[in-house]
């Protein structure tokens, strides 16, 4: 075995930043393209290339095939590692934050952990100098490739520092030099999720201090964070993309504007529920002809009763975020089921009901239910060849099964 040429990821990704570096991943780009498949295709990449030169080449190839849904045409010429593709938010959603965050000027923003630079380059496209900070070397050299790489380096300047340190020292609404700052904390440690904020890095005594400290900012938090960690005066906003939570956003008071925020993103319309302050549970009520399930931004942010008032709509239960009217909505804040039967959740009448009604597949939804829905889809497999949607929830409390959706003819 010939040796290995980079003694590390760091050495590996200046290689690939040359010339030499360049042509080989282009050309692992067209293997891939061709739909080689991963053996033959290595081999003949180490045949052009060499054999040390042709897994880093590969590797950054499919990274980049693999961001191409979703960083479009700039994919191509990013410079990406696996551990940075998995943390890199969506640049849809970084050039909306860094819009609202430059609010038309100018200035110098500080990105506080810039990983491989999503942020920094929706920020300098924006219009801003950056100063793009990170305490990892690979992710700066990432960070200084990609902004080279889309023509974007003389709006920003890649330095080595400590986010913590650099919050620490932030005074007179500014940090690292900068009159704004963006924070997106490592949310994951050793492949894991790191529930605790204290556990992020930088950890929530940071981003309470930024937030604190620097009234132009924005950070990006875990969409499951505790409404109650949010300060006053700041706006919370959940950010959900074709009906799942992308991104939730802590804004400090320099561009708060309101108490939550639910966003909603479908086929490239925005659309926006605002609360100034807590507006209070939904009233419940018995179920009704049809059940609505909202959209996770507007559960998230707490305002389903703004939902509900809009539809007038009711809680199935205190507990359940699952809502009931007397007729159908089009409202993009919710997927409506016409409801055709309620009964107490018990799997043998279920499965009567449903061959009764001759359905023989469906799907299952749940919400305050142990049952796991793939498995209750095949439990209740039958020979009918009608559809159904089987919602497993409580109502007033009692596991309760709602059968919606029948449509026995297909
Ligand atoms: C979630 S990533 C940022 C992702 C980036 N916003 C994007 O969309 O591509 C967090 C980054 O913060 C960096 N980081 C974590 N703790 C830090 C600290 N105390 N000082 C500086 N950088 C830090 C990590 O190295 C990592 O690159």
Same mark, same amino acid.
Not at 111 to 117: E, F, T, V
């Given at each position: 075995m010939p040796p290995e040429p980079f003694s590390d990821a760091l050495a590996q990704l200046r290689w690939l930043r040359t010339a030499e570096g360049t042509a080989a991943a282009a050309r692992a780009g067209a293997l891939l393209a061709e739909g080689a498949d991963l053996l033959p295709g290595l081999a003949r990449l180490r045949a052009e290339v060499g054999p040390g030169h042709a897994g880093p080449a590969w590797e950054l190839a499919r990274l980049r095939a693999r961001a191409r849904p979703v960083f479009g045409a700039d994919a191509d010429r990013l410079f990406l590692t696996a551990d940075s593709l998995e943390q890199a938010g969506r640049p849809a959603l970084a050039a909306r934050r860094a819009a609202r965050l430059l609010a038309g000027s100018t200035g110098s923003v500080a &990105?506080?952990?810039?990983? $491989?630079?999503t942020d920094t380059i929706a920020l300098a496209r924006g219009g801003a100098h950056v100063t793009a900070v990170d305490r990892d070397p690979v992710a700066r050299e990432l960070t200084a490739a990609n902004v080279a790489a889309l023509g974007l380096a003389d709006r920003v300047r890649v330095v080595d520092g400590d986010a913590v340190e650099l919050v620490a020292a932030a005074a007179g609404g500014t940090v690292a030099g900068c009159a704004a700052a963006t924070l997106d904390p490592a949310r994951r440690a050793g492949g894991r999720r790191q529930l605790d904020p204290d556990r992020w890095s930088p950890p929530w005594s940071t981003v309470a201090t930024l937030l604190e400290r620097v009234p132009t900012t924005v950070v990006k938090v875990a969409?499951?964070? &505790?409404? &109650?960690r949010v300060p006053a005066g700041i706006e919370a906003e959940w950010v959900s993309v074709g009906g799942s939570i992308v991104e939730a956003l802590l804004w400090g008071r320099g561009r708060a504007e309101t108490w939550r925020r639910a966003t909603l993103v479908r086929d490239g319309e925005v659309r926006e529920l605002t609360a =100034?302050? !807590?507006?209070g549970p939904a009233p419940v009520g018995p179920v009704r002809a049809w059940l609505h399930e909202p959209d996770p931004a507007a559960i998230r942010s707490g305002l389903v009763s703004l939902v509900a008032a809009d539809l007038g709509a009711t809680l199935? !239960?205190?507990?359940? $975020?699952y809502l009931t009217s007397d007729s159908a909505s089009d409202s993009p804040w919710v997927s409506s089921y016409r409801v055709d039967e309620v009964l107490p959740f018990n799997l043998k009448k279920l499965k009567a009901l449903l061959r009764v009604r001759g359905v023989g597949r469906v799907t299952v939804k749940k919400r =305050?239910? $142990?049952?796991e829905p793939e498995t209750l889809a095949r439990q209740l497999?039958?020979?009918? =060849?009608g559809t159904a949607t089987v919602v497993v929830t409580r109502v007033a409390g009692a596991p309760t099964a709602l059968v919606c959706g029948v449509d026995s003819s297909a």
């Open positions: &990105d506080l952990g810039c990983a $491989a630079g969409p499951g964070l &505790d409404h &109650d =100034g302050a !807590d507006p199935v !239960d205190p507990t359940i $975020a =305050g239910s $142990a049952i497999r039958g020979p009918g =060849g």
